[in-house]
């Protein structure tokens, strides 16, 4: 009886204590066996470890999709500014930029009071050959309704581009008929233009404006050439302004032509990746014509590619202010997934041996993003006096001249940022989009009048003779913006150019609107200047003891 009572009073802490010895059992072998975890992973894949750990034993269900791609882009995050990762969805979209042409009807169209207005139609596009012209609205796609429903230019933009070969079906109001018309248009493959314009600004002297380095930009520069040559040019002014750069091979075919044989181009040098020598292989068109290279602090990469070699071999003048600063080399690297990764592999440095990649902190992308916004701060876009250059990092040209490493590249002629005419009343103008929105509805309301010209400086002759500033001034009242008569006086002529420029591109696309809206423009009035008095070719200093014996100028410590 005693031993029955014992035990009953004993018993439930003998169940509480092997509960207790069982709990802490099972934990440390729950321990253990994620310390035995830890080390086989510790030489494997540990991310992929990780995820899934994650994928089997996270308390919650969890789009492991979603997570490995909010992950990846924090992994590039670490690297540096110009390694990236493109998920799949929009690596058609980046690669497009680039690649010369996309899938669409091939018009170009804006906004007006909510309705998709067709500028213009490239010709022998899609668009031109189902009849599309210019000036006609766009209602509806594929039956649904586009306008006066607020939707975004992506939306109208995805709606209008396509897989080659096939239909969309547009609802097309034309003039002033009533009637819908219903047009379909076969998709097909649209050309994107990456040498916008070229022109002669002066006798003699061919004027090209490249807006990237695509696929396509050497052979659209090499017929620029051709068409200049045959208008009696003998010297070149290349505008490589706001040029962010794509593939360096473009920037290379290009700088060749004005190249003798021989001639160091470009090297490349990475950790994986020995130097690589780029030298010109004589073969170029304009080895013996004059050139002028017009930058700015936007001018990047393969644009600095270009300006570098022509600098450092003393072929031509640079005119500007100084470039961006990227001398890395991405390699753009596909995924079995559909996206992609561009990867820094090697930087580039120009022929005297000087890397124009700007400091830069690895996973710091906010200090390099804002390192424009800053030099404006200080003054570099407006004097030479502001920009700081690196003593230590002084090169010599093949020709002796000193030229700096470190951070863009510094033009042989600066050229401050102009702001004559610049007043508030024309940002307000500018920056409301009120200066585009007149010239729309201007050429819409005129269209048949402006379109009867021949040339677009037959239109611009006109147009000089029309009230425009008094027209858009009074317009501007109606969007809101007041009349200042004392600022207006100061804008007037800046206004009055770009109205101009504006007009004429709804009817002579970029060959008529950069002859007009460039018409005033310091750079390019510099660089004329230069050629003309036969100053385009650098004036040498003592080159003997800088320049090393490969061919590279040695650097000055």
């Not at 998709?116 to 796609?141: C, H, N, Q, Y």
């Not at 008569?485 to 100061?490: E, F, K």
Request: negative net charge; hydrophobic residues 35%; charged residues 20%.
């Amino acid at each position: 009886m005693e031993n029955n009572r014992r035990t009953k009073v004993w018993l439930p802490f003998i169940i509480a204590a092997s509960i207790a010895v069982g709990i802490f059992i099972g934990n440390y072998y729950k321990v253990l066996s994620g310390k035995q975890q830890g080390r086989a992973f510790s030489n494997g894949d540990k991310i992929s470890a990780i995820l899934g750990i994650i994928n089997e034993q996270y308390v919650d269900t969890v789009n492991m999709n979603d997570l490995i791609e909010n992950t990846i882009p924090k992994i590039f995050g670490e690297l540096d500014p110009h390694s990236v990762y493109i998920p799949a969805k929009d690596l058609a979209d980046v690669n497009e930029e680039l690649d010369g042409s996309f899938s669409g009807i091939g018009v170009s169209f804006n906004m007006q009071t909510d309705t998709i207005m067709v500028i213009s139609v490239i010709s022998g596009g899609p668009a031109e050959k189902a009849g599309i012209l210019p000036f006609d609205r766009i209602i509806t796609i594929n039956d649904s309704l586009f306008a006066g429903t607020n939707k975004s230019q992506e939306k109208i933009m995805k709606s209008l581009r396509g897989a080659k070969n096939s239909t969309v079906k547009l609802g097309i109001k034309r003039g002033l008929s009533d009637e819908l018309l219903q047009i379909n248009v076969t998709r097909g493959d649209v050309p994107v233009k990456s040498v916008d314009v070229c022109f002669t600004p002066a006798e003699g002297i061919g004027f090209i404006k490249v807006s990237k380095f695509g696929r396509t930009t050497y052979n659209e520069f090499l017929t620029a050439i051709a068409k200049l040559k045959q208008q009696g040019v003998n010297s070149f002014i290349i505008d490589l302004r706001d040029n962010t750069g794509g593939f360096m091979d473009a920037a290379i075919n290009m700088v060749n032509e004005f190249m003798p044989e021989g001639k160091l181009i470009v090297y490349t040098e990475g950790k994986s990746f020995p130097r690589s020598d780029v030298y010109a292989n004589g073969t170029g068109t304009c080895k013996d014509a004059e050139i002028v290279v017009l930058t700015n602090e936007i001018s990047a990469s393969a644009s600095e590619i270009f300006s570098g070699a022509i600098q450092d071999n003393d072929r031509g003048m640079i005119i500007g202010r100084r470039t961006f600063g990227k001398g890395l080399v991405q390699n753009q690297i596909p995924l079995n997934d559909g996206s992609a990764f561009r990867l820094t592999i090697a930087r580039y440095y120009t022929p005297s041996g000087r890397c124009i990649q700007k400091d830069y902190k690895m996973g710091d992308d906010e200090d390099y993003e804002q390192d424009i916004y800053n030099r404006y701060l200080h003054g570099e876009f407006y004097s030479a006096d502001s920009i700081k250059l690196d003593d230590n990092l002084k090169y010599s040209t093949f020709g002796g001249r000193t030229v700096y490493g470190g951070g863009g590249i510094m033009p042989d002629i600066f050229i401050p940022r102009d702001t004559s005419g610049i007043t508030t009343y024309y940002k307000n103008v500018v920056n409301t989009g009120v200066l585009h929105l007149y010239a729309l509805r201007y050429s819409d309301a005129n269209h048949e009048k402006l379109s009867s010209f021949g040339t677009y400086e037959e239109l611009l002759a006109y147009l000089q003779t029309q009230p425009l500033l008094s027209d858009f001034t009074d317009f501007a009242a109606t969007q809101g913006i007041a009349k200042r008569p004392t600022l207006i006086n100061i804008s007037g002529k800046l206004i009055t150019l770009q109205l101009q420029a504006y007009i004429i591109r709804n009817f002579f696309d970029d060959d008529g609107f950069y002859p007009v809206f460039l018409k005033d423009d310091p750079t390019l009035k510099k660089a004329i200047d230069v050629l003309k008095s036969g100053s385009a070719r650098p004036v040498l200093g003592n080159a003997g003891d800088n320049v090393a014996g490969n061919g590279v100028a040695s650097t000055e410590n």
